[in-house]
Each structure stands twice: as structure tokens, then as C-alpha cells.
């Protein structure tokens, strides 16, 4: 069974510093990849996946992951922190069978 | 993107009453939903799988007489919690898959359960 393990419930950056959030993975066969990022009170919003395709994803507000095989790990980066990356962040996996196993997230705080 | 949405969004309700949860795939049919609980400050707990015209899939340990799943059409479904007690109060999330096989999930922005 699929499995996904985020070191860190909560990671501090400075504004404009790298943002860097971990993620390792289990899976049985090669697995799709997600990164999720969710506001307070709101639903989760899809950042960037991976399908097997590139192993470097480029997501939305300037994230990206990637994928190493070798690693089983599919790590979150962002060059420089802004004010407005506050937020939780979750890490998932699956295994083409439409489930998706979510991570047990990561708060990301930004420090001015 | 694809866009649902839910409702209520935030719902009060008294121990031993039942209150439902709707989730809309407002701009596309949705074969397949799904229906998670997030409690404070953990990760998504995947409870059930909904499939339009057939019976919901439930994880294991989630009780189905509990939490009915009604997959009516093929842009709603919902989740009634049957008599409820304090400890169903939570943030239950929905999304919708969109295709087959493509495990495009989009997620509606929860509707939060308290009940007294």
C-alpha cells in the first residue's frame, strides 16, 4: 500500500528565502505525485502533480517539485518566500487507482 | 479549472440530529467523488468513494449507516451524518474526479461540522 511521510509539521522561512518542504513516498508501483496547498478554513488546491512524465514539475505561484526515483522522495521548493505562501501544505500519492493518500502536512510559516 | 462547490459551508446542529452535505461539480460530470474528514490541524482521512448510481465504497472503520453517501446524478452527491454526536464534528471536504484514470481530484472548500 501507498504511503506518503512529510518530515516537518511546521517549516519557517524568511520572506524572499528558499522554501523547501519534504516528501517521501512508498508505492508498490511507480506512483502519481502531488503537492496540495490548503487555507485556513478553505479546500485544497492542486499545486503541481507528477505522472511520470518529467521528473521536474512546475506547479502554480511559482512551486515545483521533483521526482527522485532513487530517493522516493518528491520534495516542494520555491526560490524566494512571499508573505502570501502562508499556508498548509500536503503531500500525496497515488497509485492510478483514482485513491489518493494524503501526507500529514506541513505548515508553512513566512517570517518578515 | 473545474470548480465545486458545497454546501452549507458551516452547519451548528444538536447532538442526535442529522444533517446533510452536498457536493456540486459545478461545470462538469463527475462519475466518481470522493468524501474526506479533516480534523483540526491533521491531514485528510479519504471515507468514502461515491459513485453515480451505485452504492458508495467505504474505507475501512468508516461506519456507512453513519455517514449515508447519495450519488444521485453526475454533479451531485452527499453525505448525511446520521445521528450526531460531538465527536462527528469536523471538516469534511469533497472532490470530484474528473475522467478516468487521470487522477484529476478538484476539491470543494469544505463545509465545517460542529455539532453540541
Known amino acids: 500500500a501507498q504511503s506518503v511521510t512529510q518530515l516537518g509539521s511546521h517549516v519557517s522561512v524568511s520572506e524572499g528565502a528558499l522554501v523547501l518542504l519534504r516528501c517521501n513516498y512508498s508505492?508498490?508501483?511507480?506512483?502519481?505525485l502531488f503537492w496540495y496547498v490548503q487555507y485556513p478554513n478553505q479546500g485544497l488546491q492542486l499545486l503541481l502533480k507528477?505522472?511520470?512524465?518529467?521528473?521536474l514539475v512546475k506547479g502554480i505561484n511559482g512551486f515545483e517539485a521533483e521526482f527522485k526515483k532513487s530517493e522516493t522522495s518528491f520534495h516542494l521548493t520555491k526560490p524566494s518566500a512571499h508573505m502570501s505562501d502562508a499556508a498548509e501544505y500536503f503531500c500525496?500519492?497515488?497509485?492510478?487507482?483514482?485513491?489518493?493518500?494524503f501526507g500529514k502536512g506541513t505548515r508553512l510559516h513566512i517570517l518578515p | 479549472g473545474a470548480v465545486v462547490s458545497q454546501h452549507p459551508s458551516w452547519v451548528i446542529c444538536k447532538s442526535g440530529t442529522s444533517v446533510k452535505i452536498e457536493c456540486r461539480s459545478l461545470?462538469?460530470?463527475?462519475?466518481?467523488m470522493f468524501w474526506y474528514r479533516q480534523f483540526p490541524k491533521q491531514s485528510l482521512m479519504l471515507m468514502a468513494t461515491?459513485?453515480?448510481?451505485?452504492?458508495?465504497?467505504?474505507e475501512q472503520g468508516v461506519e456507512k449507516d453513519k455517514f449515508l453517501i447519495n450519488h444521485a446524478s453526475l454533479t451531485l452527491s452527499t453525505l448525511t451524518v446520521t445521528s450526531a454526536h460531538p465527536e462527528d464534528s469536523s471538516f469534511y471536504i469533497c472532490?470530484?474526479?474528473?475522467?478516468?484514470?487521470?487522477?484529476?481530484?478538484?476539491f470543494g472548500p469544505g463545509t465545517r461540522l460542529t455539532v453540541l
Open positions: 500525496a500519492v497515488s497509485e492510478g487507482d483514482d485513491k489518493i493518500i
Open positions: 461515491s459513485n453515480e448510481g451505485s452504492k458508495a465504497t467505504y
Open positions: 472532490s470530484s474526479l474528473l475522467g478516468e484514470g487521470r487522477n484529476e481530484q478538484f
Open positions: 508505492s508498490s508501483v511507480p506512483p502519481y
Open positions: 461545470d462538469f460530470q463527475a462519475t466518481t
Open positions: 507528477y505522472t511520470s512524465a518529467a521528473t
